[in-house]
T-cell receptor
């Protein structure tokens, strides 16, 4: 089944403890993105990637890192999480530039 | 930054009725897409309409695009309880990212 898989689905962590949210797609998509969704603020792009080893900042990149060493994987790294990074995170991928995106099921992160 | 603004913010209709949601945006776009999100779940791509298209259909969905007014509408005909969800428009400007609107929460009452 064609899909974007994110792990974990739920995560509670403490301030400052490094964490990684994994994202993997099995559709050979070139374009991948991370979004966060917050009440009243909607979906905002964190980082995106156009291909292996090619990434760029979205609208809210502060406090996040990404890497794209393989085409299928696009992990989101929070080096020192803070409570304002408590949010619902989505990874998404697209085959074509400007095409429709397939979204993962989301990761609900709580930083205490 | 939010590009699209949906209207209304919330809509409650009876099963079998049609639901219309509108989206306005601010800048030139390559295409406009509509997504559905069930509560707390991932977004599902519904339909994409390119800037040179005026209308597109997919099953019970009909999307229109008016680039002169920078607006789009999504019509869901013969709604079902399973259509209850939030609906988002998203605009593609640079082709590397989508900018999402604030969403319309649709409730279809059985």
């Amino acid at each position: 089944e064609a899909q974007v898989t994110q792990n974990p689905r739920y995560l509670i962590t403490v301030t400052g403890k490094k964490l990684t949210v994994t994202c993997s797609q099995n559709m050979n998509h070139e374009y991948m993105s991370w979004y966060r969704q917050d009440p009243g603020l909607g979906l905002r792009q964190i980082y995106y990637s156009m291909n292996v080893e090619v990434t760029d900042k979205g609208d809210v990149p502060e406090g996040y890192k990404v890497s794209r060493k393989e085409k299928r994987n696009f992990p989101l790294i929070l080096e020192s999480p803070s409570p304002n990074q408590t949010s619902l995170y989505f990874c998404a991928s697209s085959l074509t530039r400007g095409g429709g995106y397939t979204f993962g099921s989301g990761t609900r992160l709580t930083v205490v | 930054s939010q590009q699209g603004e949906e209207d209304p913010q919330a809509l409650s209709i009876q099963e079998g009725e049609n639901a219309t949601m509108n989206c306005s945006y601010k800048t030139s776009i390559n295409n406009l897409q509509w997504y559905r999100q069930n509560s707390g779940r991932g977004l599902v791509h519904l339909i994409l309409i390119r800037s040179n298209e005026r209308e597109k259909h997919s099953g019970r969905l009909r999307v229109t695009l008016d680039t002169s007014k920078k607006s789009s509408s999504l019509l869901i005909t013969a709604s079902r309880a399973a259509d209850t969800a939030s609906y988002f428009c998203a605009t593609d400007e640079s082709s590397y990212k989508l900018i999402f609107g604030s969403g319309t929460r649709l409730l279809v009452r059985p």
